[in-house]
């Protein structure tokens, strides 16, 4: 049984990473808060395991299906999920002085957005400020004294409705 993500992030180059495996992660309004007196931005997100879906199309070419669902977690019931799956991970993010959002209503709770990018752009090191791009153009933004992050997934994985798709002409 796979043991699931676990990720830290301390430059924007183990963020770039951090961020490639939160692509296309699907995340409510209400399940995101700045705790000020902590400094903390938590996040708690399904994210769509790209690594798994990967796997499975490395399968589908004679890579070796066996392996790539010993691989996964076991889904309810002990059925293996498919390779196309999604997996609840908790985000963390500290030294945060600050957040602000644009075109994100805070007061809608269960609006769901699209994760597409996270970045760090550094001011006076090792401050700066990290940018999460939502699909549909919002953006929420963490002022930081310096990178710390973290990804972990919390739990088992489950068969994901569809594939995220992008435009490649883009």
Do not use: Y
Not at 139 to 165: F, N, S, Y
Request: proline share 4%.
């Amino acid at each position: 049984m796979g043991s699931g993500l676990k990720l830290i992030a301390l430059d924007d180059e183990d963020l770039a990473v951090l961020s490639v495996h939160l692509q296309d992660a699907v995340v409510s309004v209400g399940d995101m808060a700045f705790q000020p007196g902590e400094r903390r931005f938590v996040m708690l997100a399904n994210r769509f395991d790209w690594e798994s879906a990967v796997q499975k199309e490395l399968a589908a070419e004679g890579a070796g299906a066996a392996a790539v669902v010993a691989a996964l977690d076991l889904g309810p019931a002990g059925k293996a999920p498919s390779g196309c799956v999604r997996r609840r991970a908790g985000i963390r993010f500290e030294h945060v002085l600050g957040a602000r959002v644009r075109g994100i209503d805070l007061k809608r709770k269960r609006d769901v957005l699209n994760l597409l990018l996270v970045t760090f752009e550094p001011t006076e090191s090792p401050s700066g400020t990290v940018t999460f791009t939502f699909s549909g153009g919002g953006q929420l933004q963490l002022a930081v004294d310096c990178l710390e992050a973290g990804v972990e997934d919390l739990g088992p994985a489950w068969d994901a409705k569809g594939t995220p798709c992008h435009d490649q002409t883009a």
